[in-house]
């Protein structure tokens, strides 16, 4: 068998790939227009997010505050061994053996 004679493959002058890149462009009026919608509407969202983080806070301070205190007087309790309470009593003055 003759051996195939070996044939030279040229290489490209030039090869092109296809790619992403993140290059600056210019926003025309409309892409401005739209973006300053969406800012405007991400402000307004913004705006009430804080509203209800101060609401839904006040509220965690109030059950916070609501807590220290029982803590307080369970604390007195323990420490002091006694508490205070109000007890039905019957309390009598007998004017006749003072004179």
Not at 8 to 20: D, G, L, R, T
Not at 42 to 60: I, P
């Amino acid at each position: 068998m003759p051996k195939k004679p070996k044939v030279k493959s040229e290489k490209p002058a030039e090869k092109v790939y296809n790619i992403n890149k993140s290059l600056k462009c210019d926003l025309n009026r409309d892409e401005l227009l739209a973006a300053g919608l969406q800012l405007a509407e991400a402000c307004d969202s913004h705006a009430k997010l804080e509203e209800d983080n101060k609401s839904v806070m006040a509220g965690y301070t109030a059950r916070l505050k609501e807590k220290a205190a029982q803590v307080s007087v369970l604390q007195s309790k323990v420490q002091n061994k006694f508490e205070f309470r109000q007890v039905p009593c019957e309390e009598k003055h007998d004017f006749a053996e003072a004179q």
